[in-house]
């Protein structure tokens, strides 16, 4: 079974750090380009980050770049995204995705509160 | 920076036809995407390259495009077809990739 499993979520306070995982089974996790997209509660989707699929490129959206490093291990078949200097706007459930022309995959999503 | 709206809502009768729009300027150039979300669950694809159905996907389901607005069209709507609508898609130089504000469908 093609899945993506997101961990590493919590309550952290303003200005910590997290790092969130994403394990991929089912799939060759190396062939493809893969996301991060998050969505504060009650709101829309937002995409935060991407990474070619040999993990020497990636993107950021404004919000997070300086911030947030997206990365991957593709001998594990996991992603990563290690966020620091974490504010309160940055509270939301964290979505990885498979990207292929759209995102086919999504995992269940990982909550990230931060908050004093 | 780059943005794609869309209506905040959208009402339809059950089997009735509902559209749901998505404008941006980059759309002649880039690809679109629309996700359906429900409440509490992760999006799901249920169109992509603007107008090919996901396998699983039911025909009701369709996407076109037209300069800078893209269409999702929902024929035949049903009561489990009611939740959130996203359309995605990237800028000019495809380096960002950008949701539109989603569109909440609601069945009458």
């Known amino acids: 079974e093609v899945q993506l499993v997101e961990s590493g979520g919590g309550l952290v306070q303003p200005g910590g750090s997290l790092r969130l995982s994403c394990a991929a089974s089912g799939f060759t996790f190396s062939s493809y380009w893969m996301h991060w997209v998050r969505q504060a509660p009650g709101k829309g989707l937002v995409w935060v980050s991407r990474i070619n699929s040999d993990g020497s490129s990636t993107s950021y959206a404004d919000s997070v770049k300086g911030r947030f490093t997206i990365s991957r291990d593709n001998a594990k078949n996991t992603l990563y995204l290690q966020m620091n200097s974490l504010r309160a706007e940055d509270t939301a459930v964290y979505y990885c995705?498979?990207?292929?022309?759209?995102?086919?995959?999504w995992g269940q999503g990982t909550l990230v509160t931060v908050s004093s | 920076s780059y943005e794609l709206t869309q209506p905040p809502s959208v009402s339809v009768s059950p089997g009735q036809t509902a559209r749901i729009t998505c404008s941006g300027d980059?759309?002649?150039?880039?690809?679109a995407y629309w996700y359906q979300q429900k409440p509490g669950q992760a999006p799901v694809l249920v169109i992509y390259k603007d107008s090919e159905r996901p396998s699983g996907i039911p025909e009701r389901f369709s996407g076109s495009s037209s300069g800078t607005t893209v269409t999702l069209t929902i024929s035949g709507v049903q009561a489990e077809d009611e939740a959130d609508y996203y359309c995605q898609s990237a800028d000019s130089s495809g380096t960002y990739e950008v949701f539109g504000g989603g569109t909440k469908l609601t069945v009458l």
């Open positions: 980059a759309l002649p150039k880039q690809y």
């Open positions: 995705a498979r990207a292929s022309y759209g995102y086919h995959i």
